[in-house]
């Protein structure tokens, strides 16, 4: 079972930036797509960024331009560098390889308020 410990959310103002960790355990970390996602209570968990093991990297519309997701595979850990902050990226942040059927980590909270 991989294990998944997202760190790096904290409080920040309008405009701000927070960058994201998630490190995972085991050694099929460097072979799989990787995934950002985010959750706020009552709404289903939503993909933000995704990464191949190659580099390539995909967004949604409401994040494009704002984020960026980066990988270092000697160290099984994925970024979510995120930059001009909204009030509505206030959720949890988890990752997960993509598609894959590991357990969800405790996540990350980032909150954007003035």
């Known amino acids: 079972q991989v294990r998944l410990v997202e760190s790096g959310g904290g409080l920040v103002q309008p405009g701000g930036s927070l960058r994201l960790s998630c490190t995972a355990s085991g050694s099929v970390f460097s072979s799989v797509t990787m995934g950002w996602y985010r959750q706020t209570p009552g709404k289903v968990r939503e993909l933000v960024a995704e990464?191949?093991?190659?580099?390539?990297?995909i967004y949604p519309d409401s994040v494009k331009g704002r984020f960026a997701i980066s990988r270092d595979n000697a160290k099984n850990t994925v970024y979510l560098q995120m930059n001009t902050l909204k009030p509505e990226d206030t959720a949890v942040y988890y990752c997960?390889?993509?598609?894959?059927?590991w357990g969800w980590g405790q996540g990350t909270q980032v909150t954007v308020s003035s």
């Open positions: 997960n390889g993509a598609g894959l059927p």
């Open positions: 990464i191949t093991r190659s580099g390539s990297t």
